[in-house]
């Protein structure tokens, strides 16, 4: 894993633990106070949300840069190769689903949650990994099979769709990151206020 990446997920970890441990005394404290399986389950949100979107960031950007040297020679084509475009932006909205599922077992939408056992803060950030990383992963590589879609593209128009079936083919992985973040979180048994 990237250097930049780990330092910024452990920055983000000791952020999050030490605004639970030195939150102040008493009710004002808040739910956070020496609430770590709470800390650890929102961490787990947050890296399903941010790895995916990351993922997602890198792979509209490989793929854009491939249809924007196409658009330079034929601006007719934008229309057929913003789907290629678009295609790796789906992890990220993958993630989001993830990270929301999350924060909808903490109930924080709806009734709140007093307390987590850290085990099960434990279970929730384990159990965002699958989308999160699935997001990152597949993002990446999808953005590089639909680069090749827009180079093929060029070349022969109208096998276009072809391209798109073969970077459908790698997103089959990351919604299979995010059925499996979906069945552990329903696993999951959190105590209700």
Do not use: K, R
């Given at each position: 894993m990237n250097k930049k990446i780990l330092v910024t997920l452990?920055?983000?970890?000791?952020?999050?633990?030490?605004?639970?441990?030195?939150?102040?005394?008493g009710a004002q404290a808040g739910v956070f106070?020496?609430?770590y399986g709470i800390v650890l389950a929102i961490f787990g949100a947050a890296i399903a949300v941010f790895l995916a979107g990351f993922g997602s960031c890198i792979g509209i950007g490989?793929?854009?840069?491939?249809?924007?040297?196409?658009?330079?020679?034929?601006p007719e084509r934008f229309g057929q190769l913003l789907v290629f475009v678009a295609l790796p932006g789906?992890?990220?909205i993958y993630g989001?689903?993830?990270?929301f599922m999350v924060i909808l077992k903490l109930g924080f939408l709806g009734t709140a949650v007093t307390h987590i056992p850290i085990e099960q803060g434990w279970q929730i950030l384990f159990a965002s990994i699958p989308v999160g990383l699935g997001g990152l992963?597949?993002?990446?590589?999808?953005g590089k099979v639909c680069a090749a879609g827009v180079a093929m593209s060029a070349k022969?128009?109208?096998?276009a769709m072809k391209g798109v079936i073969y970077a459908a083919m790698v997103e089959t992985y990351s919604i299979f990151g995010l059925l499996a973040t979906i069945?552990?979180?329903?696993?999951?048994n959190v105590p209700s206020a």
């Open positions: 452990t920055l983000i970890m000791l952020v999050c633990f030490s605004s639970a441990a030195f939150a102040g005394d106070m020496g609430d490989i793929a854009g840069q491939a249809a924007n040297g196409l658009l330079g020679e034929d789906t992890q990220g989001f689903i993830g990270g992963v597949s993002a990446i590589h999808q022969q128009p109208e096998a069945m552990l979180l329903m696993g999951i």
